[in-house]
């Protein structure tokens, strides 16, 4: 049977660790540029996975070397950054992420989810949704909260990339992201580096 004390809590935890977190940058950049059912599809797919891997296996996630973790998000932000900042700018790019149909659902939904998939293995709210499985042994509950205020998350960053894009220009936006990408990947590299 479902808690819906346990998941609350859990939501709001979750919820309030993974705001700031790169999934809100990541849903922004893509809501800018694809539709947004589309990405949700994707990156809430992505986060079923993650919670079901958290609660399951959350003890065995957490022994994982931290710092090859981190080298690999910071090499996949900064590669990311360079295919936003390299790509070749087209008069029609802004009408087409303004009516983004033209990219199909497969296309758009892997794309949302395998970003997701690997910039959030071993992220913070995996590995605290993996102690609250364990601390409450309710994971129906613990993963229900989890998937939901992940899911929340995504939506708030996807959604108002879609709002953002009416009023700054595409580009704008776009080498804004890079520059945070290229912050978050600098960042993570150093954590590697450092072992933070």
Same mark, same amino acid.
């Given at each position: 049977?479902?808690?819906?004390?346990?998941?609350?809590?859990?939501?709001?935890?979750?919820?309030?660790?993974?705001?700031?977190?790169?999934?809100?940058?990541?849903?922004?950049?893509?809501?800018?540029?694809?539709?947004?059912?589309?990405?949700?599809?994707?990156?809430?797919? =992505?986060?079923?996975?993650?919670?079901? +891997?958290? *609660?399951?296996? &959350?003890? @065995? /996630?957490? #022994?994982?070397?931290?710092?090859?973790?981190?080298?690999?998000?910071?090499?996949?932000?900064?590669?990311?950054?360079?295919?936003?900042?390299?790509?070749?700018?087209?008069?029609?790019?802004?009408?087409?992420?303004?009516?983004?149909?033209?990219?199909?659902?497969?296309?758009?939904?892997?794309?949302?989810?395998?970003?997701?998939?690997?910039?959030?293995?071993?992220?913070?709210?995996?590995?605290?949704?993996?102690?609250? =499985?364990?601390?409450?042994?309710?994971? +129906?509950? *613990?993963?229900? &909260?989890? @998937? /939901?205020? #992940?899911?929340?998350?995504?939506?708030?960053?996807?959604?108002?990339?879609?709002?953002?894009?009416?009023?700054?220009?595409?580009?704008?936006?776009?080498?804004?992201?890079?520059?945070?990408?290229?912050?978050?990947?600098?960042?993570?590299?150093?954590?590697?580096?450092?072992?933070?």
């Amino acid at each position: 049977m479902i808690s819906l004390s346990v998941a609350a809590v859990v939501f709001g935890v979750v919820f309030l660790a993974e705001l700031p977190d790169k999934t809100a940058l990541a849903g922004l950049v893509l809501g800018t540029r694809y539709r947004a059912s589309y990405v949700f599809a994707g990156v809430a797919a =992505a986060f079923v996975l993650h919670v079901v +891997l958290a *609660v399951a296996a &959350g003890s @065995v /996630l957490t #022994l994982l070397p931290h710092r090859l973790v981190q080298a690999v998000v910071g090499v996949l932000f900064l590669g990311g950054a360079a295919v936003v900042l390299l790509k070749k700018d087209d008069e029609g790019e802004e009408e087409q992420a303004r009516t983004p149909g033209g990219q199909s659902f497969w296309k758009v939904a892997s794309s949302g989810f395998m970003l997701i998939l690997v910039a959030e293995f071993g992220d913070l709210t995996q590995i605290m949704t993996a102690n609250l =499985a364990a601390q409450y042994d309710d994971p +129906l509950s *613990v993963g229900l &909260g989890a @998937v /939901l205020a #992940l899911w929340a998350v995504a939506a708030l960053g996807i959604l108002g990339g879609r709002t953002l894009m009416r009023f700054v220009p595409l580009r704008l936006i776009t080498r804004i992201a890079a520059l945070l990408m290229v912050g978050l990947g600098a960042f993570s590299l150093y954590e590697a580096v450092a072992g933070a």
